[in-house]
């Protein structure tokens, strides 16, 4: 169907998944290369092989689906999934649970259902949430701040043995990550009392706060080429925002600061790179903003209360479910027509229907 | 005979409980962490299974049909406290471990259906080999659930068997991996995942077998589908 008729010598743009995936990973760099400045060379052997595996098990189950291998895996999702899954993880894990994780994210979660743009749920975060449940030993243990170079830092080649599962880590390689601290100081401490105790490594809520502006540089980079719109990510930090301030005003010694909230996680990182996922998130602008604020509603929700410290993933997972029913109700008007009626329909009981 | 083949071949395999009718999932999710707690669990649907079916044939044209479902219950629920009081008296730690599952089995749908659907319009003896094969089925698919998430959940088989069987199968543990663990097989998201990929394999198993009749005879066979269950039912 041709409805345009173009003389004009306009420019095109060929924009394709592949591309927009290419940028999507460009715009990991900055955050990806802070958290391996802060955490060391772990988080980018994680990237590493996740990505790896990534393009490995794509074409492994479209041979097994029996589906062409060359577009699908030049789209770069698969590529896209393992560096998302690979940053999510704690550094010096071993490589059989990026393995498991990524058997979770692409072969369950995307391709049992349909592969790329059939999935309910987004892929990594799929693979995340397994991964925190089955192990949750490794899941927890974050490297400490100890930098590239340092005294204390960890060599790539020590690295290496951490994912080969030749060594395992000390304690003094790991610590909690913020939020994980900040749960587990316990009902009867203060939180002024808990930060004056010097709960973690020195320069660990530095790290992680850099690491999140990072990632909002990248999110910059994503939203100034149109790969994304600032719904999702506005509605999101901004519910958790107002969430966490108003917890906090009501009780300043048992809530963390809405600061923290902000920056102490994976909420930056979540809110530009994982909800945002054009095939798990809603469609719609509104719906986009109803999206990105039940995610910023139930981290804040899960946080304070549930059984793991950050929220992100289950969040983005809860309303991954809710997708469907949002799209129900914030279907657009179309020009021309009337807003779609939806909701509970309540009969009109008029003359016509009680005679009959 | 062979409306008894026909029978067991619905039991077990093409109108199974758990796998075909999706009944009695509840338990299925529950209990399946090991061999030894769906093993005890199987047993006993089964036993309450047989029981009821062979009531329910006999006083089938006793019961008006108004009042047929709470007399069923009844009769499901006196099968259960039995099978409950012999679990108590005998294999008691397990008892202790299955706990409010084994009163659950009353609410069993797969039970109330089978006893409704078949027992309540057949003669005695299709009723009992209905009851012991529609039984089979479901204990045979918890069984096989059992060791998948027993064995890629904690590495081991059989462990455990001693609470089931008596001391002498105390030794029957067979540890596959050592040092392994796979927490998330062995909680409730597992029990999910295994079920749904048990049930692909039989879609797989069947499809495969449809394609070589097909391929033997070329009339289409007569086929019969219904709604909220899973495969096709001839």
Redesign the interface.
């Known amino acids: 169907m041709s409805l345009m008729h173009a003389s004009s010598p306009h420019t095109r743009a060929t924009t394709s998944t592949g591309r927009v995936m290419g940028w999507v990973l460009l715009a990991t760099l900055p955050g990806m290369l802070t958290a391996t400045y802060y955490f060391g060379w772990g988080v980018l052997l994680n990237v590493l092989l996740a990505a790896m595996l990534g393009i490995m098990l794509e074409a492994g189950v479209l041979r097994l689906r029996q589906r062409p291998l060359g577009m699908a895996l030049r789209d770069n999702s698969a590529l896209v999934t393992g560096v998302l899954l690979g940053v999510s993880l704690p550094p010096l894990v071993p490589w059989w649970l990026i393995l498991v994780g990524m058997v979770a994210a692409i072969v369950v979660a995307k391709h049992l259902f349909g592969g790329l743009g059939q999935n309910p749920f987004n892929p990594a975060m799929v693979g995340y949430a397994l991964l925190l449940i089955a192990f949750p030993v490794e899941m927890t243990q974050w490297a400490a701040p100890h930098g590239l170079f340092g005294q204390e830092a960890v060599s790539p080649g020590e690295a290496l043995r951490h994912l080969l599962g030749l060594a395992s880590p000390t304690d003094a390689m790991t610590g909690a990550t913020p939020l994980d601290a900040f749960k587990h100081k316990g009902e009867m401490i203060l939180a002024s009392e808990f930060w004056a105790s010097d709960p973690l490594p020195s320069g660990t809520l530095g790290a992680w706060n850099n690491v999140a502006l990072a990632w909002l540089v990248g999110g910059g980079i994503l939203f100034v080429k149109r790969i994304i719109t600032w719904h999702i990510p506005v509605s999101l930090l901004g519910t958790l925002t107002l969430m966490a301030t108003v917890l906090y005003a009501i009780d300043p010694s048992h809530f963390a600061s809405p600061l923290f909230h902000l920056l102490g996680g994976a909420a930056i990182f979540g809110a530009f790179f994982i909800a945002t996922d054009p095939v798990s998130a809603a469609t719609s602008r509104r719906g986009k903003l109803w999206y990105g604020a039940g995610i910023g509603l139930l981290i804040m929700v899960i946080r304070p209360t549930g059984a793991y410290p950050d929220a992100v993933a289950f969040a983005v997972l809860l309303m991954n479910f809710a997708v469907p029913f949002i799209d129900y109700y914030t279907q657009p008007r179309t020009y021309g027509h009337a807003r779609a009626n939806r909701g509970i329909k309540v009969r009109q009981l008029d003359s016509d229907e009680e005679t009959s | 005979m062979s409306q008894f083949n026909e029978l067991t071949r619905n039991g077990l395999w093409s109108n199974n409980p758990a796998l075909v009718q999706l009944l009695g999932l509840c338990p299925l999710l529950a209990v399946t962490s090991t061999v030894v707690n769906a093993l005890g669990l199987g047993l006993a649907t089964l036993l309450v299974m047989i029981g009821a079916n062979v009531s329910v044939s006999l006083i089938r044209h006793h019961v008006p049909a108004s009042v047929r479902l709470p007399a069923f219950v009844m009769i499901i629920a006196a099968f259960v406290t039995c099978a409950e009081l012999l679990m108590q008296a005998y294999t008691f730690r397990l008892y202790q471990i299955l706990g409010i599952f084994i009163p659950l089995i009353v609410t069993n749908c797969a039970i109330l259906g089978r006893a409704d659907a078949f027992a309540a319009k057949n003669p005695l003896l299709p009723a009992a080999t209905d009851g012991l094969m529609m039984g089979l089925g479901f204990a045979a698919v918890l069984v096989v659930l059992g060791a998948v998430r027993e064995l890629f959940g904690q590495g081991t088989l059989f462990a455990g068997m001693e609470l089931l069987l008596g001391p002498g199968a105390a030794n029957w543990q067979v540890t596959v991996f050592a040092d392994y663990s796979?927490?998330?097989?062995v909680?409730p998201?597992g029990a999910f995942?295994a079920t749904g990929l048990l049930i692909a394999t039989k879609n797989v198993i069947d499809d495969r077998l449809e394609r070589r009749r097909h391929r033997q005879q070329a009339t289409p066979t007569k086929e019969n589908r219904r709604v909220r269950v899973t495969g096709i039912i001839r």
């Open positions: 796979f927490l998330f097989l909680l998201p995942f």
